[in-house]
Structures are given as C-alpha cells and as structure tokens.
C-alpha cells in the first residue's frame, strides 16, 4: 500500500508568491516544521490546492482564486510559513523554555511563543536553529498590522490568531525577543 501511515492535514501556506490553501501529507509523529526541515525533500506537496495572490487580509475572496490545481508542489525556498497541519515536537525538552518573539515582514508581524535555551541570547539561538533547519514552529502566534504611526498600544490591529505556524526563518524580515521589553 503507497502512503502508509500518511495523513493529510488541511494547511495554509503562505509563499513570497502566493496564499495557497489545502492538505499537507504528513507521517505519523511528524510534524509540519519537520517535514519542512527534511532535506530529502525539496518541495512541499499541497493537495485539493486553492492559490490566491499573497494577503493576510480575511475573510479570504473567491475573487482572488488563481488556480485549484489537485496537486500542487511548492519549493520550499519560497514558503515564508504555514499554518496548519501538525505540531512539530522535536525541539520542545531539551532544557528549552517558551520565549515571546515578533517576526518582522513587510506589511505584518507575527507574534508567538518560540522553544528557545534561555541562557542563550535570541540571536545565538537564532544562528544555531538557521544553520541546519530552517523552518521553526511558534506557537500562541498573533498575525497582526503593524501600529500605526502614534499609536501608544505597541500591538497591531489583530487579523487572525493560529495555535502554531511552522516559519522559515531565512525569509523573516526581522526578529525580536519580547521579552526585552520593547515593540
């Protein structure tokens, strides 16, 4: 039997290019960020797929349908993140804890908690996670609007909220630790 043990999970993948929506097939006790990470592959495989233009703008248009392709393979290189599919848990343990961290990109941000070392500085951390796998799961994620200019409140105006997002972190515009206390 071809695919054993494999699972489609409905996904939200959104690319320099594009905002696809549909399955991801994922094996058992893996993860979105996992099967991201995995070298052997490079692309990821979206089923039942439906394309739009790239947007974090809800509620997402039928106008803005670009393509329903049943198939559709996207190179991993081009995934900014992907929300969706499954927890991936080979970085929780191993004497990290959860840190707030903001993900900078040109019109939003994402916000959520990230398993970092917390003797190390985010930056370290950061460097260590890039070299060898790029694509990290964060957790709690806020996807928001920038404030604007004088607005006293350092959140953005809100436009959706994700249990977790799987983020290539070697497309990020920036990346900050919360917990310094600035925004």
């Not at 696809?20 to 994922?26: P, R, S």
């Not at 993860?31 to 997402?60: F, M, Y």
């Not at 349908?65 to 970085?91: N, Q, S, Y």
């Not at 609007?145 to 105006?157: I, M």
């Amino acid at each position: 039997m071809l695919n054993a043990g494999v699972r489609p999970l409905p996904a939200e993948v959104h690319t320099v290019d594009f905002r696809v929506f549909g399955n991801v097939h994922l094996r058992a006790n893996t993860g979105t960020a996992w099967l991201l990470n995995a070298e052997d592959r490079p692309s990821l495989t979206v089923t039942q797929a439906k394309v739009h233009a790239a947007s974090i703008d809800e509620p997402v248009e039928r106008a803005g349908l670009l393509h329903e392709p049943a198939f559709l393979a996207i190179p991993k290189g081009r995934i900014l993140w992907v929300a969706g599919g499954d927890l991936d848990r080979t970085l929780s343990g191993q004497g990290r804890v959860m840190r707030r961290i903001t993900l900078l990109y040109a019109d939003y941000l994402l916000r959520g908690t990230a398993p970092i070392r917390p003797e190390l500085r985010l930056s370290d951390a950061l460097g260590q996670i890039m070299h060898t796998k790029p694509f990290l799961t964060l957790h709690d994620v806020r996807v928001e609007r920038p404030a604007a200019d004088g607005e006293r409140n350092p959140r953005g105006a809100l436009v959706r909220e994700h249990e977790h997002v799987s983020v290539n972190l070697r497309l990020v515009g920036g990346i900050f630790d919360e917990r310094d206390g600035r925004s």
